[in-house]
């Protein structure tokens, strides 16, 4: 194993996953994602270089503003933190490959979504208008076995989501259906497949905890989108072993 390379590509992940997070952030408010600077949300003082460092900033000042102290979520260094590891998993797992661009730009699709999506619950059509031109290029670089699907796995995502919200009614959003459409084109439609099970499975989970405990309230919408990814993700890089697992249990 080339450690260096890998360092590298760990810190390009934490950089990347701090940009991510201005992205998932600003993108939904309709703002531009370089100016203005950094600044914080609260007393909207500049941020000096010293408080950019990712993760390591947050963890120095404790997981406040220097300025106006008020507390920032532990979401912004989850965000860097997580980009860092899936970015220094995608060699591990596709190899350093015509595959690899692809793995790197699903994570980063990903994680944009997971920041707006818990954030403000939207799935911006921005990213996904931006992300699904590189996909279906990438896809045509580093095709899947056979060749059609993509277009076999975007189809399959897209109406798959899209017959969810009609039969439920409305409790599955318009971004949640599109980027199963462009996850699709990625991932092909096994694996959209299995996206589609971990994440109601995992929705299912998580929501009925969270109901038990009294976090929410029933009938009050939690996002799907995290559970999306969470499942795109499980699915793109674990999708062997997960049916190696699934095969285990039912024999
Ligand atoms: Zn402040």
């Known amino acids: 194993m080339n450690y260096l390379l890998h360092t590298y590509i760990f810190i390009a992940g934490l950089i990347f996953g701090s940009f991510y997070n201005v992205v998932g952030l600003r993108i939904p408010k309709k703002e531009s994602i370089i ?3 950094s600044h914080c949300v609260t007393c909207d003082r500049s941020l000096h270089w010293s408080e950019l460092v990712p993760v390591l900033s947050w963890v120095f000042q404790g997981g406040k503003c220097r300025g106006c102290k008020t507390s920032i979520s532990f979401i912004y260094p989850l965000i860097e933190l997580s980009t860092a590891i899936l970015f220094t998993i ?5 190899g350093w490959s ?7 730009a699903l994570v980063s699709l990903l994680v944009i979504v997971l920041v707006s999506d818990i954030k403000y619950m939207i799935i911006p059509d921005k990213v996904l208008l931006f992300f699904l031109p590189v996909f279906i290029v990438l896809r045509i670089i580093s095709p899947l076995n056979p060749w059609w699907d993509m277009l076999a796995g975007a189809v399959l995502g897209f109406c798959l989501l899209l017959l969810i919200a009609v039969i439920s009614k409305g409790g599955m959003g318009g971004g949640d ?3 199963m459409g462009v996850l ?4 092909g439609w096994k694996a959209v497949l299995m996206t589609f099970f971990l994440a109601s499975f995992s929705g299912a989970v998580i929501g009925i905890s969270l109901m038990a405990t009294g976090k ?3 009938r009050e919408p939690i996002p799907f989108g995290p ?5 795109a993700l499980c699915s793109y890089f674990l999708y062997d072993e997960l049916i190696s697992l699934y ?5």
């Open 247 to 251: 095969l285990y249990i039912l024999r």
């Open 98 to 104: 015509k595959e690899l661009p692809v793995a790197l």
């Open 184 to 187: 699709g084109i990625v991932l």
């Open 227 to 231: 559970f999306l990814v969470l499942g």
């Open 90 to 94: 995608s060699p591990l797992v596709v």
């Open 216 to 218: 929410v309230k029933r």
């Open 177 to 179: 259906i599109k980027l």
């Open 35 to 37: 100016h203005p600077g």
